[in-house]
């Protein structure tokens, strides 16, 4: 935009706010002596902008205040909140012009000014007129609070000739984890976008249930979208096309309670990165391990659609795309894993196949060499030779896997070379372990969890002699070790990709010990004793602890623990993400369900033998946080997903040591909980409405610099970037979380 084109829009903004004043009966005058003065501010380019935020109600405090540019190589925001007078400080803000304005509850956005750093201005904003125009800003979470789930007395499911309620789904938090586990992996539900069918209005359906079946088989996720629609059975479209109903007839959800406390003190930084197709699985800035390695470096993010690796430079504020490399192998090539024809065409981008890229990546983490690994595909679906029946590999003699879609690689930034890697095993997210071996450990692989010793591969290049796994057996006969013959579970094996597992156990032999299928989703090792944990995501969901002893397969170890089941009543369900704190304890964030949930393994009193066969032998081992925000309507479970969790184990964030983090994937936001208090901190990204993040880290930049030394990463992880407020055409985006003391320091 040239200097005329701002001067004329920004004479333009002025009328706007004179005619909404004056429709508020604010008085002239004033608002002239305001606005004016805040566009005459000095240019200083002192590198902050300040001032005040006030309505027809005064001082407005608790509120956003939002500078964005593309003066810069990609487009840069940043965020703050009002303190308790109104007051705002945007600080470290790179020389640029800025539009600035002010977003809040209960208010409309403010007509934008253009600013430079140095100016002190007073931004005017405007009551909303109804609970309509307020809610138009609320996270995607409250308006998801209005879908109305089947009462509980209707479950089991009798069917399609019955209540219509498929006779899979037993009981209504099973229902609602479906709504949340499997309507909301790939994005929100509560957006703009998916809380109206307006984008479908031209084609005329008879009823919004049309509407509904049309929209879940619709565009490169529309196989997928409507496989797991048919699972709660023909409810499951009514439901939805009554809650959009709902919402073009009017009805509004509760309003949200204004950033208070510590979330006053919450600094947002955001960057553009990708393009408008990006899917950006998840990000990582530093080794989990040393949160200091990479200091100020470039932020990586995996293109899992794509197949390529996105490097963002937050210093000169810049990124570039990297075509993550697969095994040239002609005979068994990689390709992607995407649908490349749908049932009927997406509503923003027709037939075309957005996805192609053959790499399917997921889930970076740096290792202390600073080299960048990830899950990703290296070669077709075939497995080589050694890890097939007849092969003399010992852990192929011991317990065949049953194929591997993903397997493993690496970027070293410092030579810009990838390193591929097969495995015998399915690979998702991938965690390193604390010995010398620099063992990284590997979930997704269905019944198996798998592992690759970096430090010997690094010797040798062998990826056969450099990995291993093993089948998750429980020693339930109390012997202290595995031995063969053992119980097996029996039924369907869940797909690989969303963390497998899903067997259930028929009947048992006591005397023996018990493979057991929990899955494999989330994966972390425990710093205190190196063992890896994983979790499942079946229903209600289990975690489980792999410690491989000194000669594997042989000395596997497993123990299983299931969500506290009392007395028929489902504590908390939904697993996914999963960490451990310095004490040993494990987190896990229960997407289902709305808790943070713990486990401490030191309060168990039975760790093996006949009683664990339940997994319900150390309930006390658990203890639930339930997740602040709205219910889903008419029941006591709250509306919010929690894709993934973290824990802050260094102070990364300010707030103190061992503090979970989970995603509000549902609500735009971080939820953090302190454990002692029990109070939460919520971070809110307020715009673009649609922040969905998959995953989290933390890095210190310089443990001098205070508050501007440190930080959490989480970016826009949707599939689709269209779904994003400013719809199709925006992309994904990279988001710095600080806390500083107060609302106005510098």
């Not at 001032?51 to 500078?67: C, D, F, L, R, T």
């Not at 062998?462 to 579970?489: A, F, H, R, Y």
């Not at 890095?699 to 779904?723: E, L, M, Q, S």
């Not at 719809?727 to 988001?735: C, E, N, P, R």
Request: with cysteine; hydrophobic share 35%.
């Amino acid at each position: 935009m040239s200097s005329v084109e701002k001067l004329f829009f920004r004479e333009a903004s002025l009328l706007n706010i004179v005619l909404r004043f004056l429709s508020h009966g604010v008085c002239l005058a004033a608002l002239f002596a305001v606005t004016l003065s805040a566009a005459a501010q000095p240019q200083a380019g002192l590198g902050v902008i300040e001032g005040k935020v006030q309505s027809s109600n005064g001082s407005e405090a608790g509120v956003w205040v939002i500078a964005e540019t593309d003066d810069l190589p990609t487009h840069f925001i940043k965020i703050v909140v009002t303190d308790d007078g109104g007051r705002f400080l945007l600080p470290e803000l790179p020389e640029a012009q800025y539009k600035v304005w002010v977003r809040g509850y209960g208010l409309v956005d403010s007509e934008p000014v253009y600013l430079r750093s140095g100016a002190d201005v007073t931004l005017n904003t405007f009551v909303a007129d109804s609970a309509a125009e307020a809610a138009q800003v609320y996270p995607a979470n409250y308006w998801y609070s209005l879908l109305e789930v089947p009462d509980a007395e209707e479950f089991p499911g009798t069917g399609p000739d019955g209540n219509g309620i498929s006779e899979g789904m037993r009981s209504q938090s099973q229902w609602i984890d479906m709504t949340k586990q499997g309507c909301q992996l790939c994005h929100q539900l509560g957006n703009k976008a998916t809380r109206t069918l307006d984008h479908l209005s031209h084609l005329d359906f008879d009823s919004s249930v049309e509407a509904w079946q049309y929209r879940t088989a619709m565009g490169i996720r529309g196989p997928f979208m409507s496989s797991f629609a048919g699972r709660f059975g023909p409810r499951g479209m009514k439901m939805y096309a009554d809650w959009t109903d709902r919402i073009a007839a009017g009805e509004t959800p509760p309003a949200p309670e204004r950033p208070s406390g510590q979330e006053r003190n919450v600094v947002l930084t955001l960057w553009d990165w990708g393009n408008e197709s990006s899917y950006i699985h998840d990000e990582i800035t530093t080794d989990k391990r040393d949160p200091t390695l990479n200091a100020s470096g470039y932020v990586y993010g995996v293109d899992g659609g794509h197949g390529t690796l996105i490097e963002l430079d937050t210093q000169s504020n810049e990124f570039r795309t990297i075509e993550i490399a697969v095994k040239n192998n002609t005979d068994n090539p990689a390709v992607t894993r995407f649908a490349q024809q749908f049932p009927v065409p997406s509503a923003y981008y027709g037939d075309e196949a957005l996805w192609t890229g053959p790499a399917d990546p997921h889930n970076p983490m740096f290792d202390e060499l600073g080299r960048v690994w990830m899950t990703t595909k290296v070669r077709g679906n075939n497995l080589p030779d050694w890890c097939q029946a007849g092969s003399s590999n010992k852990y192929v003699q011991y317990y065949p896997t049953r194929g591997s879609s993903r397997q493993a690689s690496y970027y070293d930034p410092a030579t810009e070379d990838f390193g591929l890697i097969d495995t015998c095993f399915g690979t998702h997210h991938l965690q390193f372990g604390f010995s010398e071996d620099r063992m990284l450990y590997f979930s997704g692989g269905g019944d198996v969890i798998g592992w690759l010793n970096t430090r010997q591969y690094d010797r040798t290049g062998d990826e056969q002699l450099s990995q291993g796994w093993c089948p998750m057996v429980v020693d339930t006969n109390g012997d202290g070790v595995i031995t063969k013959p053992w119980n097996q579970p029996v039924g369907p094996l869940r797909s690989e990709n969303e963390g497998g597992g899903g067997e259930q156990l028929g009947e048992v032999n006591l005397s023996l010990d018990t493979r057991m299928s929990p899955g494999s989703y989330g994966i972390i090792v425990d710093p205190v004793d190196n063992v890896a944990w994983g979790v499942g995501t079946e229903f209600p969901g289990r975690i489980y602890r792999l410690d491989i002893g000194a000669n594997p397969p042989e000395t596997c170890l497993t123990e299983v623990y299931e969500l506290p089941v009392i007395n028929g009543d489902i504590q908390g369900f939904g697993p996914r993400g999963l960490d451990v704190d310095n004490n040993g304890v494990v987190w896990t964030a229960l997407s289902g369900s709305s808790h943070i949930a713990s486990f401490d393994r030191r309060k168990c009193d039975v760790l093996n033998g006949p009683g664990v066969i339940d997994s319900q032998h150390c309930q006390q081992g658990w203890k639930l946080y339930e997740v602040p925000g709205p219910t889903l309507k008419g029941t006591d479970v709250k509306a919010d997903f929690h894709y993934y969790n973290w824990v802050d184990n260094y102070n990364v964030l300010g707030l103190g040591e061992n503090i979970p983090i989970a995603t509000g994937s549902g609500s735009d936001s971080l939820r953090v909980l302190n454990p002692e208090t029990e109070e939460w901190v919520t971070m809110r990204v307020p715009y673009p409405l649609g922040f969905y993040s998959r995953g989290l880290d933390g890095r210190i930049d310089d443990p001098t610099a205070g508050w501007k030394g440190r930080a959490v990463w989480a970016n826009y992880g949707t599939n689709f970037n269209w779904h994003t407020e400013g719809g199709k055409g925006t992309t994904s985006k990279m988001v710095k979380f600080q806390i500083r003391p107060d609302p106005l320091s510098n």
